[in-house]
C-alpha cells in the first residue's frame, strides 16, 4: 500500500500543473481579444486629432454615453434625451433598473396618441358628388362679397365723401362736368361701381349723357365757334358718361347684374331722354323736342342715321370708342345682348368697319383704325371667340339670317353712289359674311392683316360659326325625319 501512494503523488502535480497553464493561457487569449477587436472597429474622424475619433457603431455600456449623429445605434438599448445638453445618450438597457433618482418629481406624461388609420382613396363617384356646405354656412355667392374701401386715412375719406356728393350733382343736373371726372376715376373700384350701378336714377342720366341723339347734330361741336359762342360739351359729357359705364361693368358681375335689372324690371330699357336734358340747361338757350327713341334703340346706334350729315363732323372717333367699349361691357348681360341682337345692333357694328371717312391727317386716320378694331374685338368677344367668354349661337343664327350670294353683294355694293358712302353697310345684314372676307383681305393686301389680324381672326371665326351652324341644321332634320 505504501507503494501505491507514493506513485500516484507525481499524478496529482501534473493534474495541477495542467490546471495552472490552462488558466494562463485564457488569460493570455482574453487579454489578446481587445487588441484584435479594436484594430477591426470602425472609427469616425472628423479633424486629424485621434482622440476625437469615435467608433462607427455605439458601444454601450453600462452608464449613459453620447451618441453622435453619424453613429449606428444597435436596436434594444435604452436611450434618452439630455434636456441640459440636448443630446441623446444610450446605455445597456436593464429592464428592471431602478429610476435615477434625479429624475424623482418630474411631471410624467400619460397622454395617449391616437393614430389615424389611413384613409382610402377616393373613387370616381366621390368626386362627382357635390360638397356639402357645413351648418349654419352663408349662402354661396359666385362673386363674393364687395367691401367697402377702408376710411383709415383723410385721402380715402375725402374720396367717399365726393363720391356721393357728385353722384347727387349728377342726379339733379347741376354743374356736372366735375362730377362726370370723378365718377369716371373712381367708377373702376368694384365697391364704388357697385354703388352707381344700384342708382338707378344716375343710371339713367349716365345712358342718356352717353346715348342721345343731339351727340350726332353738327352744332354739338367740342371746339367753340367764336368767342361770343359758349362752349357745347354735350360730346366731351357724353363720351365721360360712357366711359364711366364701361369701367363701372368691367370685371364687375355685380354691378353689371344691378345695371341688367334696371334694364328689365326697372324699365330702364323703354326709357326715353330729353335732348334738352338738365345737365345741358346752362348750354342751351332754348327747349328742345324730347326724343322717341328707347334706350334700348339709342344706345346701340353708333353713327347717325342720315345720310346727309358728316360722319367727320358729326361724331368724333374717340367718343365713338367710349361707346363701344360701354356696349362690349353690357352685352355680358344676356337681356341686354338680346335687346341689341333685336336693335339691329350687329348690322350697326357692320357700318363701323365699312366706314370710309376722310381723315385730315395721319393721326386722325390711326384713331378711326381704332375704332373698327375694337368694333372687331367686340364681335369676337361677345359673339364668336368662346375663349373669350362669348356665348355661342346667338349670332350668327343659321334660323334668322340668310347669307346672300357673293355676286349680289358685290353688285350691290357696286351700285352704291357717292352719295350713299355715309350708309355703307345699313341695310347690308346678308352680306355680313362677304363683307368680313372683303374686310380681311383688304387688310392683307395693305399688309396690315393676315393671321393673327382681328380682320382674319373675325372672318374665320365667323366661318367657323357658320359651319357649326349648318352641321347643327343637318342633325336637327334628321332627328325630325327619324320620329316621323
Not at 419 to 438: I, N, R, T, V
Request: hydrophobic share 30%; aromatic share 6%; net charge negative.
Amino acid at each position: 500500500m505504501p507503494k501505491l501512494k507514493l506513485h500516484s503523488l507525481p499524478l496529482s502535480l501534473l493534474a495541477l500543473l495542467g490546471v495552472a497553464l490552462a488558466g494562463v493561457s485564457a488569460s493570455a487569449s482574453s487579454s489578446s481579444s481587445p487588441a484584435n477587436s479594436d484594430e477591426e472597429v470602425e472609427l469616425i474622424c472628423h479633424t486629424s486629432n485621434p482622440a476625437e475619433c469615435y467608433p462607427k457603431i455605439f458601444q454601450p455600456t453600462s452608464e449613459f454615453q453620447i451618441v453622435y449623429p453619424d453613429q449606428d445605434l444597435p436596436v434594444g438599448l435604452h436611450v434618452r434625451l439630455n434636456i441640459y445638453t440636448g443630446q441623446k445618450e444610450a446605455k445597456i438597457n436593464v429592464p428592471d433598473e431602478a429610476v435615477d433618482s434625479s429624475l424623482e418629481g418630474f411631471p410624467v406624461d400619460k397622454s395617449i396618441v391616437i393614430v389615424d388609420p389611413e384613409e382610402e382613396e377616393p373613387s370616381e363617384e366621390h368626386f362627382d358628388q357635390p360638397l356639402k356646405p357645413p351648418k349654419n354656412a352663408p349662402a354661396y355667392d359666385p362673386d363674393g362679397k364687395i367691401k367697402e374701401p377702408r376710411k383709415e386715412t383723410a385721402e380715402s375719406q375725402e374720396e367717399g365723401s365726393a363720391f356721393y356728393k357728385s353722384l347727387t350733382i349728377l342726379k339733379k343736373g347741376l354743374d356736372i362736368d366735375q362730377a362726370l371726372e370723378m365718377l369716371e376715376e373712381i367708377s373702376h373700384d368694384i365697391y364704388y361701381g357697385l354703388k352707381i350701378a344700384e342708382d338707378y336714377d344716375t343710371v339713367r342720366e349716365l345712358f342718356c349723357l352717353a346715348n342721345s341723339a343731339s351727340i350726332f347734330s353738327s352744332s354739338s361741336s367740342s371746339s367753340a365757334e367764336g368767342p361770343s359762342k359758349e362752349k357745347d360739351l354735350t360730346r366731351p359729357r357724353a363720351r365721360l358718361a360712357a366711359l364711366t359705364i364701361s369701367s363701372t361693368v368691367q370685371n364687375n358681375p355685380k354691378a353689371l347684374a344691378e345695371i341688367s335689372k334696371h334694364w328689365t324690371t326697372g324699365g330702364l330699357s323703354q326709357d326715353t331722354c330729353s335732348t334738352y336734358s338738365k345737365s345741358n340747361s346752362k348750354s342751351s338757350s332754348k327747349s328742345q323736342e324730347s326724343e322717341s327713341e328707347p334706350l334700348q334703340i339709342s344706345t346701340f346706334r353708333l353713327l347717325p342715321s342720315s345720310s346727309s350729315t358728316s360722319l367727320s363732323s358729326a361724331v368724333p372717333a374717340s367718343l365713338i370708342k367710349a361707346r363701344i367699349s360701354a356696349i362690349s361691357g353690357l352685352l355680358k348681360s344676356p337681356p341686354i345682348r338680346q335687346s341689341f341682337l333685336s336693335a339691329n345692333g350687329m348690322d350697326l357694328l357692320l357700318q363701323v368697319l365699312l366706314l370710309d371717312t376722310p381723315v385730315a391727317s395721319q393721326a386722325q386716320g390711326e384713331e378711326w383704325e381704332k375704332v373698327r378694331r375694337q368694333a372687331g374685338h367686340l364681335i369676337l368677344d361677345n359673339f364668336l371667340d368662346e375663349n373669350m367668354g362669348a356665348v355661342l349661337g346667338e349670332w350668327p343664327n343659321a334660323v334668322r339670317e340668310v347669307q346672300a350670294s357673293d355676286k349680289e353683294c358685290a353688285s350691290r355694293t357696286q351700285s352704291q353712289g357717292d352719295d350713299e358712302k355715309s350708309k355703307e353697310g345699313q341695310g347690308q345684314g346678308d352680306c355680313w359674311d362677304w363683307h368680313a372676307k372683303q374686310l380681311a383681305d383688304r387688310y392683307k393686301k395693305e399688309g396690315k392683316g393676315g393671321k393673327g389680324h382681328w380682320s382674319w381672326e373675325l372672318w374665320n371665326k365667323l366661318n367657323e360659326q357658320r359651319k357649326n351652324n349648318a352641321s347643327s341644321s343637318k342633325k336637327n332634320k334628321g332627328a325630325k325625319k327619324d320620329e316621323l
